[in-house]
């Protein structure tokens, strides 16, 4: 069923009445839409015809990365490798402070463990901004990951984490 010009003007209105078509990432307001002057903004580069293909009917913006449960579970994502990343330099200090003899070479082992953490927390910043171009382009977020840095940065604090212990008990084992 085609739509005259005037009900695509109402739908496109209730469109940017309940926040469909304006905010942060795209500025159709009621006034551009009745005019037919409906625009996009930042990261709004589809546009939808309402009507009968475009002949005077309005044009409604599809705002990309408008999606607030996709944009927050970017975050989420992003505060699990950041608590990664303070777990590892915490519990590294803290077996070193504990179960280690005091020595010259603990100090640079722990130095160390936080570069590791630095680095998780680094990469996990990196692919926050990497998600959040994807979704606001309408990607994948899958195009954002890559699965070998995640395994790299696993076994980086596995690694980290089991030297410390090692380095730990040998210390204690030799100082008896």
């Given at each position: 069923?085609?739509?005259?010009?005037?009900?695509?003007?109402?739908?496109?209105k209730?469109?940017?009445s309940a926040?469909?078509g304006?905010g942060?990432y795209?500025?159709?307001?009621?006034?551009?839409?009745?005019?037919?002057n409906?625009?996009?903004?930042?990261g709004?580069?589809?546009?939808?015809?309402?009507?009968?293909?475009?002949?005077?009917?309005?044009v409604?913006?599809?705002?990309?990365?408008?999606d607030?449960?996709?944009?927050?579970?970017?975050?989420?994502?992003?505060?699990?490798?950041?608590?990664?990343?303070l777990?590892?330099?915490?519990?590294s200090t803290?077996v070193?402070?504990?179960?280690?003899?005091?020595?010259?070479?603990?100090?640079?082992?722990?130095?160390?463990?936080w570069?590791?953490?630095?680095a998780?927390i680094?990469y996990?910043l990196?692919?926050?901004y990497r998600?959040?171009?994807?979704i606001f382009?309408?990607?994948?977020?899958?195009?954002?990951?890559?699965?070998v840095?995640?395994?790299?940065?696993?076994?980086?604090?596995?690694?980290?984490?089991?030297?410390?212990?090692?380095?730990?008990?040998?210390s204690?084992?030799?100082?008896?």
């Amino acid at each position: 069923m085609q739509q005259t010009k005037q009900e695509a003007q109402i739908i496109a209105k209730d469109v940017v009445s309940a926040g469909g078509g304006s905010g942060e990432y795209g500025s159709v307001d009621a006034d551009d839409v009745e005019n037919g002057n409906a625009k996009g903004g930042f990261g709004c580069s589809d546009r939808e015809d309402i009507g009968d293909g475009g002949g005077g009917a309005a044009v409604v913006a599809i705002a990309k990365g408008n999606d607030l449960k996709t944009n927050m579970g970017n975050e989420r994502t992003f505060f699990k490798w950041l608590f990664t990343g303070l777990h590892v330099g915490t519990a590294s200090t803290w077996v070193l402070k504990f179960f280690a003899e005091p020595s010259s070479s603990q100090l640079w082992i722990a130095l160390g463990a936080w570069l590791v953490a630095f680095a998780i927390i680094g990469y996990g910043l990196i692919g926050f901004y990497r998600r959040r171009v994807a979704i606001f382009q309408g990607k994948s977020v899958a195009h954002a990951e890559n699965p070998v840095a995640v395994v790299l940065v696993a076994l980086a604090s596995t690694f980290t984490m089991g030297g410390i212990i090692v380095y730990s008990v040998f210390s204690v084992g030799s100082a008896l």
